[in-house]
């Protein structure tokens, strides 16, 4: 059964990106930074991994694949999308290079980690 692998991939993305932004230095100053309350942000965090969990755990299912390399590929190969959007908010927008990339190393980790964990019950 694929659900248990989606529950702890969807708590094991939001502890890496935990780690991972504490260990990074903020590429801002904090104050240019929403604040908002530590629930509210663990509760979307949360709900944003569920739903990329749940997306692996589908594609995996429908393309028949299983074990540890297709879920690595997969979480590898879905790692285009925030790269392509993070790459487009800096050449059109103007958004910092720093943060982008900084957001991107965390995607990166999630979708590895998500496709790898789901799979192992896929």
Do not use: C
């Not at 074990?67 to 999308?81: E, H, N, P």
């Amino acid at each position: 059964m694929i659900a248990p692998g989606v529950v702890i991939a969807t708590v094991a993305a939001l502890v890496i990106s935990a780690i991972y932004y504490a260990a990074m230095p903020a590429p801002t100053a904090p104050e240019l930074v929403p604040q908002r309350p530590v629930a509210e942000q663990v509760l979307v965090e949360l709900l944003r991994n569920l739903a990329v969990a749940a997306l692996v755990a589908g594609l995996l299912t429908v393309a028949a694949w299983s074990g540890l390399g297709a879920g690595v590929l997969l979480g590898l190969s879905l790692w285009t999308i925030p790269v392509v959007l993070f790459a487009g908010s800096v050449f059109h927008e103007g958004a910092a290079t720093r943060r982008a990339a900084l957001h991107a190393v965390d995607w990166l980790l999630k979708l590895v980690a998500i496709g790898a964990i789901v799979s192992l019950f896929s």
